[in-house]
Structure formats: structure tokens, C-alpha cells
């Protein structure tokens, strides 16, 4: 078995908001990472940590300092705005929400048909700017 060296990279929260930020937090990490197929084993493989530092942040019970969250999303492949996407500010509301709720349908296929289908719209859009 692979030797992990072990490094600290969390706290505990302390106020109702940390709590509830950190329980946000935790449930996005678990959705992104469970989207890329992997285990908590082998998140914290990649993070140097032990699998219960993974379980103690998807279940918001621990703190994550920002350098450490800036690598886990890097490892999923995510950007930050993902985790909170509620407290992302953007110019318009509703195009977030748009863009999100599309997100959430591009990722029922393969990265093939998700090119297909963004040309589409490119074309569409081409279609009604006319």
C-alpha cells in the first residue's frame, strides 16, 4: 500500500455560517468528485492527506484553507465559482442559472457529443442574430 505523508490542511468551523458554508462546500466537492469517478482514496491520495480529511470536508466538518481548495479543484477539474455557484456574482442572475441548468444536461454525455451540441448553439445562434 502507497505510504501517504500526511499534511494538515483544515480547521473546524466555529460560527453557524463557517457551518453552513462548509456543509455547502462539502456537498459540491462530494457531486464533482463522485462526477469524475473517484473515490475519496483516491482524492486524498492525490492531496497527500488521509481519506477521512475527504470525509470530514464533504461532510462539513472541517475547514478547508483556500491554497487547499484551490488544489482539490484543480484535481476535479472545476473551477472555484462551482462549489458556490449561489454566491458567484455575475452580471446577469439569470444567465448563471441558465448557464448552470445547461451544465447539468451537457454532463449526460460523452465530450464528442458535448462539441456537437455547443456548435449547435453556435449555429443557432448565428441562425437568430440573422
Do not use: C, W
Not at 470530514?56 to 462551482?82: A, C, H, P, Q, Y
Request: no cysteine.
Amino acid at each position: 500500500m502507497d505510504t501517504v505523508k500526511k499534511r494538515r490542511m483544515t480547521g473546524k468551523p466555529k460560527t453557524p455560517q463557517q457551518k453552513e458554508l462548509n456543509r455547502l462546500i462539502g456537498e459540491r466537492l462530494m457531486y464533482f468528485r463522485k462526477e469524475k469517478g473517484m473515490g475519496q482514496v483516491d482524492l486524498a491520495r492525490q492531496l497527500g492527506v488521509s481519506p477521512s480529511v475527504i470525509s470530514n470536508l464533504e461532510r462539513g466538518k472541517t475547514i478547508v484553507g483556500i491554497m487547499s481548495l484551490l488544489e482539490i479543484v484543480s484535481i476535479l477539474g472545476i473551477g472555484i465559482e462551482d462549489l458556490l455557484p449561489e454566491y458567484a456574482r455575475t452580471r446577469d442572475q439569470g444567465l448563471d442559472a441558465d448557464l448552470h441548468r445547461l451544465r447539468d444536461l451537457l454532463m449526460d454525455y460523452d465530450e464528442e457529443e458535448r462539441h456537437k451540441i455547443v456548435k449547435a448553439i453556435g449555429d443557432l445562434k448565428t441562425v437568430l442574430s440573422g
